[in-house]
Each structure stands twice: as C-alpha cells, then as structure tokens.
C-alpha cells in the first residue's frame, strides 16, 4: 500500500465464519489450486513491468513468510490444547494486552498475562484455535491475496517512472484479484483470499456508509486461513519503498479508523499472537515503520 492510501474503516468479521473450514469458502466451485509455478505465471501475467511485479509479488511472498509462521504457531498450540492449564491465556483468549511506552517515549505492546507457551517463529501468545489450520492454503491464498494491485497502478512503471496507486480506486484491489483469479480458472476457495482480506474485515454496512467504489456486501474473512492471511497482510506495506509495522504502527493505523476498529484489531492479536517484525526486516532488508 503507498504511503498515500488509506484502507476504509474495517468491521469485525461474522464470528462464525471463523470457524469455518477451507472446503465451506468455495461455492460449488470446480477451478483449481494453483502449483508455486502457477502463482509466479499468474503474477507475472499482468505484471506491466518488472518494477510492478518486484513490488507486488514481493510483498505477497512476504505476506506468505508471516502467514505461515501464524499458521504454525496456531497449529502447535492447538496440539498442545489438552495439556494447556485451563486458565491459560492461551485457552482463554486473554492475554491482558496493553500498551505502554518504553523509555525512549515509543509505544509498546505488555501482556498482563503471562503466556504459557514460549514463543516461537517470532510469535507472542495467540489462542488455542477451534481447528487445525492448512498452512498449503494459507501460503497459495497469501502468495495470490494481492494479486488484484496490478489493476490499480496509476503509474505501472512500464515506462521508467515509479510505481504509483490509484488511491481513490484501491480498496477494489480485493475484487478485482478475485475476479481475475476466477477468470483463469482458480479455485473459489483461494480466490477469495483476494477478495477477503482488506483491512481487519470490510462489511457491506461499511461499504455503504463511507461510499465506498464497491458493490455493496461483505468483503470478510470466510474461514481461518482467511483470516490469518488478513492479519499477516497488516504487517507490510507496498509503499515506495515497502515497509514493515509493527503490531503497534497498525494500531495507531486502525485507531484513526475509529475505536471499533482499533478493538477488532486488538481481538485479533489476541486470537492469533504478536509478530516480531525486526528479524523478518533483516531477513528482506526493509525498513521498519514503529
């Protein structure tokens, strides 16, 4: 996202969807489930230029790195569930999250509950999910979940010029990805992963009360894998240059959305652990927004 493009003001998402297993995302669909082959050609099949698809396909192989990692701390503790204290925080869902500031003045994330489980992939806490989650999908839908961008490139820098969003256009950049998955021929159940992970869950009441430029209805996470892509997607930016946020920067981000916002944002770090973003910005020598 450019540092001049705002996302519109996400609603929590339906918590039965939550559970929701892969196979219930797809609506009688007979597409297929793309190979890592498949996801580089579907990129670079409407990449306008090798800028463009630098910055969008790295930005979801990044998405993908994080993703994973959430995928297998949910799935270690849901392993770990029968042997977890009933009032672990872990089984609880709540950590007691708040946040303070350092000595330097920046605001930092305390748990007032102390987790039982270490971290582990650079993860902090998280809840005990209701199900096993499939990290195969997890990494195909978070390698494709932005692949509606290329659409929305004011400047594609096909002629030498940096890239630029079309920022009153790029919240349709979920739709249009969607829509062009499922015109290659993508499977229902991945395509939504483009079409399902603005903000911290875009409703139809959201979409009609801010005018948003899309057909009225429920942009929201359908399933688990969804949703981890959704929240692994808040902690880098395709701003020139990309970036990381900390669990923290997004929070101040989501704030200015209003508080309802902000909360779900809360909720979900609760549900799915804090990521430290420093080792993953060594890792793809990105900067990191506090």
Known sequence: MTNETKEPTPDQPAEQSSVASPASAAHDAHGYIPTLNQVEELHRKIAQSQAAYDLIHGHCVVVADIARRMARRQN????????????????????????????????????????AVQSTDGITGGSVPPRLIDEHMVVIGALLHDIGTYFLLKQDGSDGNPLKFDGPRYVQHGLKGYEYLLKEGVDESIAQFARNHTGVGLTKQAVESQGLPLPPADYVPMNLEQEVVMVADKYNSKSIPPKFLTAEAYTRKAARFGENNKREWLRLLERYGIVDVKPLAEQYHMRIAE
Do not use: N, V
């Open 76 to 115: 270690a503790l849901f392993t770990r569930r029968c042997t977890l204290p009933a009032d672990a925080p872990e089984q609880t869902g709540d950590f007691g999250l708040d946040l303070s500031h350092d000595e330097s003045g920046a605001e930092t994330f305390g748990m007032l509950r102390i987790p």
